[in-house]
């Protein structure tokens, strides 16, 4: 009895010793464990992360996360430059498909295996970090680039994931679209299907940097955020509230990287000394690599119609590989998207009202299945068409066998001329003058706006939508100049690149020229009143004239001679329906998105002097002899669908 007494007193004593109070104070001075570990046992999945190690020792930075449990499942593949980590973390949650980015739902669901992986010296990766880093070459003359690193952490992969299939697909939009680009090039055999979104592909052309020789200011506070040192988050600071006074006080695009520390970065430093589509920009192109190195990887190019940040890419780069007899494995899809849209939800874009979600669909229903077939056993194979385009007109998608529908030259139809003619009018019946024209006066003093001020590029509501932006604040000004269609009395369609082809001289030695086509909506629109009168643009784009004779080259304009600006527009599938009208805009300046073209021809327009900006006079011809015009992929309305 004594000795159970004795126990007990002692069970007694050593319970009340365990659960005694913490002091008030923590005798180790901090409430801080040594480490915090989060209990995972409710997650369905298991995320982890891994230094894989590239060819030259540098090791790169990777995200894996799976479902528990899973097994003989295909690994999506996607290298970022902006943050791995970050791609695994939209939320906290205890649910894969919630803590991926949106557009990795369908493959979370799925049961892939998603990989992100920070590219060479961003984030958590080791080694240097170049912009949009060159292939092996002239431009590089290291023994890496994104191709390499694409193949060795794909064979990691396949090698270390026992829970795999061992196949892999790649996809990734912008920045991100370029790194499926690269690893095309030579892909590794383990990669069955490709998805490059909004991919920058050539920069000079028409994609990030410039538009057919206008550099894009717009890409300033991306160089700074993207190129500065790791952990400094650096951002551009202009203390402007419109960002127009910002550039326009600054004066060149030159003296504005000088004032903002820009010229600190080397990608502004390549640019500067790089203005002409030299072989800088050539060697560099994608759009003619993909041509020189063509793969055999199942590859699906997409972009949005209204792209306002990398236009050129997809669709020059499908053109390339069309033109040099590789479509066997090469598939198109423009949807009616700003810049990198196809990842979120794709209701509208602007005031324009889409049928349901074109985005999460086309996720679902095209790309999920598309990817399926070639990388998990017994997927059915997908009907993919050739060419997938949204009808901006008709508010449906169409599916082609071919494509364009018109074109130059190569399709079933030629382009049409639509010329400018007087009273600001638009024809299909060519002048017949012997010499007429219209003239406005561009000064840089005052540019048009790409959009109604106040200008922010950080204004994400503003930038993103900007190409569906009315071009009413444009129409009003005198520096403007639009040509106007009666109104129509039946749906007019076009399906390709509309070219534009303008016969202008200007009392100046150099000058730029911005071309807009555009639907006119009704001046009532009963269903949706904010659309009335509504001046949509289909397409534009602008065009430095010192380079109409040669991309490489430029040359200065001859002051006073009329000379031919020709150049094709992104691309189209619309209907302008009946009771709207066909607009034709033609400036001069889209600032300060564009840098301003002094007007005086200078070596190098980055670094122009104050005293070279001038004003000059252009004047449009509209003579039987020299017709300004654009040229239009007019078919016949009831073709797609």
């Known amino acids: 009895m004594t000795k159970t007494l004795a126990l007990l007193l002692l069970a007694t004593s050593t319970l009340a010793r365990a659960q005694a109070p913490e002091p008030v ?26 230094e894989i190690p590239m060819r030259d020792g540098v090791k790169l930075h990777t995200v894996i996360v799976e479902h528990k449990g899973t097994k003989n499942a295909p690994i999506l593949l996607n290298r970022t430059p902006y943050d791995a980590d970050g791609h695994t973390t939209r939320n906290k949650s205890g649910v894969m498909r919630s803590i991926l980015p949106q557009s ?3 493959f979370a669901d799925a049961g892939y295996i998603i990989v992100f992986q920070d590219v060479r010296g961003l984030h958590g990766s080791e080694g240097g970090y170049v912009m949009t880093r060159p292939p092996i070459g002239p431009l590089n003359p290291t023994k890496v680039d ?46 069955k299907v490709a998805a490059p979104e909004s991919p920058m592909v050539d920069g000079w052309m028409g994609d990030d940097w410039f538009h057919y020789g206008a550099y894009r200011q717009g890409s300033f506070p991306y160089i700074v955020g993207q190129e500065s040192p790791k952990k400094q988050k650096a951002s551009l600071i202009t203390s402007n509230a419109d960002e127009y006074d910002a550039y326009l006080k600054a004066g060149s695009a030159g003296d504005f990287a000088k004032a903002h ?30 041509v020189a190195r063509p ?22 780069s499908w053109e390339a590989l069309k033109a040099a007899g590789h479509l066997d494995n090469n598939y198109l899809v423009m949807g009616p998207w700003m810049h990198s849209q196809v990842n979120r939800a794709g209701y509208m874009l602007g005031p324009l009202k889409w049928a349901g979600d074109t985005t999460t669909d086309f996720r679902r229903n095209v790309i999920l299945p598309f990817f399926n077939q070639y990388l998990k056993d017994g997927a059915p194979r997908f009907d993919m068409p050739r060419v997938q385009i949204y009808n901006t007109g008709e508010n449906h998608w169409d599916r082609f066998a071919n494509w364009p529908l018109a074109c130059q030259q190569g399709c079933a139809k030629p382009l049409t001329p639509i010329y400018l003619t007087g009273n600001f009018s638009l024809s299909f019946d060519k002048p017949s003058a012997g010499k007429a024209g219209d003239s406005y006066v561009s000064d840089p003093a005052h540019p048009v706006p790409y959009v109604q001020r106040p200008t922010s590029f950080s204004n994400r509501d503003q930038w993103g939508p900007w190409l569906v932006s009315d071009q009413r604040h444009a129409n009003a000004r005198p520096d403007v100049l639009s040509y106007t269609t009666d109104v129509l009395d039946k749906p007019v369609r076009i399906s390709g690149a509309a070219v534009a082809d303008l016969f202008a001289s200007t009392t100046g ?27 949509l ?34 691309t189209t599938n619309h209907v302008f329906q009946p009771g709207h009208r066909i607009m034709v805009q033609v400036q001069s300046s889209q600032f300060p998105l564009y840098d301003r073209n002094p007007q005086k021809y200078v070596p190098n327009i980055f670094f122009a002097k104050p005293g070279d900006y001038q004003k000059a006079t252009v004047t449009l011809s509209r003579s039987a ?16 669908g």
Request: charged letters at 25%; aromatic letters at 12%.
């Open 261 to 290: 520390g820009i010229d600190q970065f080397g990608m502004w430093r390549r640019m500067a000394e790089h203005p002409a589509y030299d072989s800088y920009w050539q060697g560099q192109a994608l759009d003619k690599a993909v």
């Open 295 to 316: 793969s055999t990887v199942p590859t699906m190019w997409l972009q949005g119609l209204w792209d306002q940040e990398d236009m050129w890419g997809a669709i020059h």
């Open 537 to 570: 643009a289909v397409a534009m784009d602008i065009f430095r004239g010192r380079y109409r004779e040669s991309f490489e080259h430029p040359s200065a304009i001859p002051a006073n001679k009329t000379v031919e600006y020709k150049f094709a527009l992104p």
């Open 104 to 106: 990795y739902d369908v």
């Open 509 to 535: 030695t150099d000058g730029d020229f911005v071309v807009k086509l555009i639907d006119v909506y009704p001046d009532e629109m009963a269903d949706q009143p904010e659309l009335g009168g509504y001046q």
């Open 146 to 191: 994104n191709t390499t690193d694409a193949y060795d952490a794909i064979d990691w992969l396949v090698k270390n994931l026992p829970e795999s299939n061992g196949r892999v697909g790649m996809i990734g939009s912008s920045y991100e679209g370029h790194t499926v680009v690269m690893a095309l090039l030579d892909p590794h055999p383990a990669l």
């Open 625 to 640: 002899s020299q017709p300004s015009a654009v040229w239009l992929p007019l078919v016949d309305v009831a073709q797609g």
């Open 25 to 50: 104070f923590p005798k180790s001075g901090t409430d801080f464990p040594d480490k915090y570990v989060e209990p995972t046992d409710s997650y369905d999945y298991v995320r982890r992360e891994v």
